[in-house]
């Protein structure tokens, strides 16, 4: 996992063309002027790191978030995926900004789960499938470097199904979801980056770090 604190070491803002963007930006999410600057900072760097166009392409993306860019990382694809709100294949700035905040500690919780319900509905189809929900959760204990038996990780796809599926149609739709979540609030904690309210100090990584407890169904 490569930290990227780094990158806010620049020696000077660019200013002019983005400051009024900033304004509406800093307006209709929970990062104040100051905050989206830096965010700013942090965004040209980004996309500058491999193809200097002004937009953060999936590689750039990948490698400096995730150190990933050559190799296939499930969570990674999707944040990117949901990070590209005009779905172009590029992060423009106001999206990268309008999709952090989902991250911010005083985000409503109604959209951080909204959020993780399209991270886990891989096909789009506005349901999560039980393949879907198996895939997400190799995937997260991938990510935090756990390893559990084939049998644990099916149990805990059953489990969340028998939890969630109210509707016994062998899926979860958003309404399900939202009873999940609001029985167990564990399942959108990665949705929360505390460091977000230091965001002129320090920018947290992506990576959602878990644990698999007992007591909860899905990392």
């Known amino acids: 996992m490569k930290s990227i604190a780094s990158f806010f070491c620049l020696s000077k803002v660019k200013q002019g063309s983005g400051s009024d963007d900033h304004a509406v930006l800093a307006s209709e999410t929970a990062f104040n002027m100051n905050e989206v600057e830096a965010l700013h900072i942090m965004f040209e760097q980004l996309s500058c790191s491999i193809v200097d166009d002004g937009r953060i392409h999936k590689e750039e993306f990948l490698l400096a978030l995730f150190n990933c860019s050559n190799k296939k990382n499930l969570l990674a694809e999707r944040l990117f995926e949901l990070f590209d709100l005009k779905k172009n294949g590029v992060i423009e700035f ?100 505390p460091h977000l309210r230091e965001i002129t100090l320090a920018f947290p990584n992506f990576v959602m770090e878990t644990e698999v407890r007992d007591s909860e169904l899905v990392c």
């Open 94 to 193: 106001g999206e990268f900004v309008r999709t952090l905040n989902i991250f911010h500690p005083d985000t409503p919780a109604e959209d951080k789960t909204a959020f993780a319900f399209k991270l886990y509905d891989l096909k789009h189809t506005g349901y999560i499938e039980r393949e879907e929900l198996k895939e997400m959760v190799l995937a997260t204990l991938s990510e935090s470097g756990l390893s559990i038996s084939d049998d644990d990780v099916e149990a805990i796809v059953d489990k969340t199904l028998q939890e969630a599926d109210l509707k016994g149609d062998g899926k979860i739709d958003l309404e399900e979801w939202k009873e999940l979540v609001a029985k167990y609030p564990s399942l959108i904690k990665n949705i929360t980056l």
